[in-house]
């Protein structure tokens, strides 16, 4: 066996060497940016797929028929025969004469997930969402300020809680897609509407701007962990300081 010291200085220098390719992207696509994407990818898919036996295939589909193959079930015959028949329909996706036959497997899969998805997000973001709108004037605070003789502070209060209504309800009014027909006319939208959407039009980009920034010191903030990472790699295993 290699000494632990040995294996971490290999592990470095090899981290070390996967930054470098992945920083000669700079330069433009070439093979040893390729390379170091290709890796990811691949022990991306390998940890998903490690994750996806352990804690998927082993427990809710091996060790129940393994039970059940040793008469101590600790699952009905019918529901191990319901698993086993899902997946058998689903390892048919792989062939392309037989893939039809996994589509109410894979309709099923996309139904669920989506429907996760969609519950997610309508408690995760949504609600809260709504939540935070519902209470953008912060009454208590207004009320001490004005208590306090701070008139500066209680319409700064006042006035972030316009911004923000008007900015939920203008991003609302944006994607309204409810329209009239007027006569021979295409369908439009109302002018109360169409004001709203206008605001919407305003704080979506801005939004999406913040977003944005927020994206790019995260990466800049991961460059220069990276380069103060090979920084401090050739320091010690070239120089020696």
Do not use: C
Request: a negative charge; charged letters at 10%.
């Amino acid at each position: 066996m290699m000494p632990a010291d040995l294996l971490s200085i290999l592990g470095l220098a090899l981290a070390g060497l996967l930054t470098v390719f992945t920083l000669s992207y700079v330069f433009g696509d070439n093979p040893l940016f390729r390379t170091a994407i290709y890796l990811f990818i691949g022990v991306s898919a390998g940890f998903v797929a490690a994750i996806a036996i352990d804690e998927i295939i082993w427990p809710q589909l091996i060790l129940p028929i393994q039970a059940w193959w040793l008469d101590t079930p600790i699952l009905d015959t019918t529901e191990i025969l319901v698993r086993v028949i899902l997946t058998l329909l689903l390892l048919t996706k792989l062939t392309p004469r037989l893939a039809r036959l996994g589509n109410p497997v894979m309709a099923m899969i996309v139904g669920v997930g989506a429907s996760l998805a969609l519950a997610g997000a309508i408690q995760g973001t949504l609600i809260p969402q709504i939540g935070a709108s519902n209470s953008v004037f912060d009454t208590a605070q207004i009320q001490l300020a004005l208590q306090g003789g701070y008139l500066i502070e209680a319409a700064g209060t006042v006035v972030e809680g316009l911004i923000t209504l008007l900015a939920t309800i203008g991003t609302l009014a944006y994607f309204h897609f409810g329209a009239q027909a007027r006569g021979n006319l295409a369908p439009e939208r109302s002018v109360f509407v169409e004001s709203l959407a206008w605001l919407g039009n305003i704080f979506i980009p801005l939004s999406l701007a913040v977003l944005f920034s927020g994206v790019l010191l995260t990466a800049l903030s991961a460059l220069i962990e990276r380069l103060d990472f090979l920084t401090n790699l050739i320091s010690n295993l070239v120089i020696g300081n």
